[in-house]
Nanobody
Framework: QVQLVESGGGLVQPGGSLRLSCAAY????????IGWYRQAPGKQRELVGT???????NYADSVKGRFTISRDHANKVVYLQLNSLKPEDTALYYC????????????WGQGTQVTVSS
């Protein structure tokens, strides 16, 4: 139903910024709630934030005020703007799509690496 492709990761110094993209290859973009997750080596995967078709967002406490999720309906892309990056933000970042009409249906992208280091 949907394929997800993340991009935009890279190496950045503390305090820097990156914008990650999640391109959704689907015929009905509005069907999906998009979430961003991250997983650092040796750590559990954690939810970064989510965005609904209507643009409603929520964020983990660790990223509130620094990260912003937005949704481009025309191009079927969800962005994760990462600002004021900290070394603790280093992780593989994944996007996830969950069917709003069928909550058991979900898909994952391959991930994009974000490394924050001086």
């Amino acid at each position: 139903q949907v394929q997800l492709v993340e991009s935009g990761g890279g190496l950045v110094q503390p305090g820097g910024s990156l914008r990650l993209s999640c391109a959704a290859y689907t015929s009905i973009f509005s069907l999906w709630i998009i979430g961003w997750y991250r997983q650092a080596p040796g750590k559990q995967r954690e939810l970064v934030g989510t965005i609904t078709d209507g643009g409603g967002t929520n964020y983990a406490d660790s990223v509130k005020g620094r990260f912003t999720i937005s949704r481009d309906h025309a191009n079927k892309v969800v962005y994760l703007q990462l600002n004021s990056l900290k070394p603790e933000d280093t992780a593989l970042y994944y996007c996830n799509a969950r069917n709003v009409r069928r909550i058991s249906e979900e898909y994952w992208g391959q991930g994009t690496q974000v490394t924050v280091s001086s």
